[in-house]
């Protein structure tokens, strides 16, 4: 059986790794194609994880719209597709990656694999494209393969047939536990983990922050940098934020938390970084899906500065909250995790424990 993954942003690139290894660990053909939505980030997480690609599609280009980049995917993955013959391509999650390359597939009249398939917030503009984009691919896809109940539950409400749903877990939690084991080895060095060591307070509560959304851009990201000023005027705190190198958040963010008591502004870091910083963090705030997933495995509390979650099994469990894009409201939330947290009644992650790939590779085992 012959499988193409095809994924394009640095999330993807982290969920899809270890679903790669697994399947050449069960002696599947399987290959690889990036669209590289996005180049260096991307890149970093391939070389972490020992991937080459087949394929490099190489789309990203400054400020190309939506509309543009989707054509050119489709443009470019159909030469994929029309030089090899495939069983199956597998794409992942949200990205217009996903739904343009399920898209071609289906064109070519290819199956369609969606894995982290089912998440849903009913609202078209939240998150945008997203959301839309994983409505196209599940009308699309010939299996999905869920990582929660409630994502399960979603299909089986839109009248997708129970017999093309297979509840895997998160491929996320598989990467997240590889990626801990490999950092934790003595043997490892990574430069950007000494690099943090020697600079991220050792005697304060790091605040962890992240955002890239959309629909932040502008006021949202405004009102987080006012509660971030805010926080920072406690002793007892440092504001680690590895800022996007999208101009719409960085240019925002450079020029209000530049050279501010408490705050260090960090270039985009590499996954392993990331995950030791996540390690070593009090709390995280952040508007990313992974992180959510992730945060849970970690023992971490997340405050999602978005208005509605796709993810709502990690805030019903009380591993996350919504704080949306109000100034006030995220500083609250802030201030009462710093001085009330001391861990979870539950620590049992909902969405995952590690065996996701697994699960799906033998399905499709199963489907030779």
């Not at 394009?8 to 969920?15: D, L, S, V």
């Not at 270890?18 to 053909?29: D, G, I």
């Not at 943090?196 to 304060?204: E, F, N, V």
């Not at 959309?214 to 509660?227: V, Y």
């Amino acid at each position: 059986m012959k499988i193409l993954l095809c994924f394009g942003t640095r999330p993807e690139a982290i969920k899809m790794a270890p679903l790669y290894h697994e399947f050449k660990k069960s002696n599947f053909e399987v290959k690889i194609c990036v669209t590289a939505q996005h180049r260096e980030m991307m890149d970093q997480v391939l070389d972490f994880f020992e991937i080459v690609p087949d394929y490099d599609l190489d789309l990203m280009q400054d400020n190309q719209s939506l509309n543009e980049l989707s054509g050119r995917i489709i443009q470019k993955v159909d030469v994929v597709l029309s030089n090899e013959i495939f069983d199956w391509v597998l794409v992942h999650g949200d990205t217009s990656t996903s739904s343009m390359v399920a898209l071609a597939a289906f064109h070519r009249g290819i199956k369609v694999g969606h894995v982290e398939a089912g998440l849903r917030t009913y609202n078209k503009q939240a998150p945008f494209p997203e959301e839309i984009n994983r409505q196209i691919t599940s009308r699309i896809a010939d299996i999905h393969f869920t990582p929660t109940k409630q994502a399960t539950q979603n299909l089986l409400k839109e009248g997708i047939s129970p017999e093309t749903i297979l509840e895997a877990g998160n491929t996320v939690i598989d990467a997240l536990l590889w990626t801990c084991n490999k950092i934790a080895k003595p043997s490892f060095l990574h430069p950007e983990i000494e690099i943090l060591k020697s600079t991220i307070p050792t005697d304060k509560k790091i605040v962890l922050v992240t955002g890239h959304r959309r629909e932040s851009f502008g006021e949202g990201f405004q009102n987080l940098c006012e509660a971030l000023l805010k926080v920072s005027e406690r002793d007892d705190v440092a504001i680690i934020y590895p800022v996007h190198l999208n101009p719409n958040i960085k240019d925002v963010v450079y020029k209000l938390l530049s050279n501010q008591k408490n705050i260090y502004l960090l270039a985009p870091l590499s996954y392993p970084a990331f995950v030791w910083l996540m390690q070593h963090s009090f709390l995280i705030v952040s508007d990313s899906g992974g992180i959510q997933e992730e945060a849970p495995s970690l023992g971490k509390p997340v405050l999602v500065t978005r208005t509605v979650s796709e993810r709502l099994e990690g805030v019903e469990a009380g591993f996350s909250t919504l704080v949306g894009n109000d100034a006030t409201k995220i500083i609250d939330a802030i201030q009462d995790i710093l001085g009330n947290f001391t861990g979870f009644e539950n620590p049992m992650n909902p969405y995952g424990n590690g065996d996701a790939s697994k699960r799906i590779v033998d399905y499709l085992l199963k489907q030779n």
